[in-house]
């Protein structure tokens, strides 16, 4: 039998290279498209899927050109297309709105077209996020809970989540949208919150650093373990019927915990570390999400495997031991 193809744009992205790992494993032929500039520099552009690059076949395209995209698509023919590229750092988004929207946006628009001309039968997903509910109305929220984007990129989102939606609709894709509440690993790059704390972690601990400066410590997110997350995708696209789920755990956590235990972890009180910056405050803030599950688990048979303190212990280690500092 011909083994199935799935395509994967962001495959050097935390979740695209566990999510390349997770087909493979189930013998996937796995495709990705990258820039030009990574294959010229893929120590660090390819970095997070450099173990299994000899596995993988990866092609050059750009986002913002429908021609490359329509060309990738028609050449490779996927079985399964997983939509994951983006600027994906909120904080960003309020420096560069423009170019947060046009890559976000318009690179969910140049995919789902190329799909419905060259490979019609592909399966899509795309990565809607928790960002779209902003400043939400209700807690916990569910698939039914209204849109109130608080950033340049949570609105991006909406407006892939509303095209992926229309292309089901409108064309007959299967095209399912996951709405993604944070999720993390020690392949998390360092600009988000929680590979701040934990790689600041490390680095006091090694005698680099003396302080990690923070913005707002009391928001509140659910955070999940992304290798957990990427199973959600699969099973979405391979699902019967093409639709949207909530992925989340359920609980909600703040920076100022998150931060409180990885200090912890390492033997240290966050209160000797921690300085706050107002300076990283967004002008926008998102003040607590917690996201219901509960569609994901009925229809898909999915759960979270890993709990707040697991992950926060993952993240430290992990940190430490690339700092050189091994621990009894
Ligand atoms: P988020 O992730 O915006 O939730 O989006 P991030 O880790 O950047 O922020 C989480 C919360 O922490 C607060 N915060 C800080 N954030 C950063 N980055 N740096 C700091 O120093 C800092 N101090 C406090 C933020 O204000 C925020 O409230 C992530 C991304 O992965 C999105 O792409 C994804 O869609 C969503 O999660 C679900």
Redesign the pocket.
């Known amino acids: 039998m011909n083994r199935r193809k799935a395509l994967i744009t962001g495959i050097n992205g935390q979740d695209g290279s566990y999510l390349a790992e997770f087909l493979l494993a189930k013998d996937y032929e796995v495709h990705g498209i990258v820039r030009r500039v990574a294959l010229e520099d893929p120590e660090h552009r390819l970095d997070r899927i450099l173990p299994i690059r000899s596995k993988l076949a990866l092609h050059t395209g750009s986002l913002e050109s429908l021609s490359s995209l329509y060309r990738i698509v028609r050449l490779v023919n996927p079985d399964e297309c997983y939509h994951l590229a983006?600027q994906?750092?909120?904080?960003h988004s309020f420096e560069d709105e423009f170019s947060t929207l046009n890559t976000n946006i318009n690179g969910t628009h140049n995919m789902l077209a190329a799909i419905r001309d060259a490979a019609p039968e592909c399966r899509f997903y795309f990565?809607?996020?928790?960002?779209m509910f902003g400043r939400a109305e209700e807690v916990p929220q569910t698939e039914r809970t209204r849109f109130h984007p608080r950033?340049a990129?949570?609105i991006s989102?909406v407006a892939g989540f509303e095209l992926t939606r229309n292309y089901r609709e409108g064309y007959g894709l299967h095209a399912s949208s996951g709405l993604?509440?944070?999720?993390?690993s020690p392949r998390?790059a360092r600009?988000?919150?929680?590979?701040?704390i934990t790689s600041g972690v490390a680095a006091i601990v090694a005698g680099k650093q003396k302080e990690l400066?923070?913005?707002?410590?009391e928001?509140y997110?659910d955070w999940g373990y992304a290798p957990d997350f990427v199973e959600a995708m699969w099973l979405m696209v391979n699902r019967k019927e093409p639709d949207d789920f909530v992925i989340a755990t359920g609980e909600t956590h703040s920076?100022r915990e998150f931060a409180e235990m990885a200090f912890k972890i390492a033997g240290l009180n966050y209160l000797d570390h921690v300085a706050m910056?107002r300076a990283?405050?967004?002008p926008a803030?998102?003040?607590q999400?917690r996201g219901d599950y509960e569609k994901a688990r009925r229809q898909l048979g999915w759960r979270p495997k890993t709990s707040f303190e697991s992950l926060v212990q993952l993240m430290v280690e992990s940190d430490l031991r690339a700092a050189g500092i091994e621990r009894t």
């Open positions: 983006a994906s750092f909120v904080g990565a809607g996020s928790s960002e950033s990129y949570g989102k993604f509440f944070n999720h993390e998390r600009e988000f919150v929680t590979r701040k400066r923070l913005g707002n410590l928001a997110r920076v910056d990283l405050y967004r803030e998102v003040d999400l």
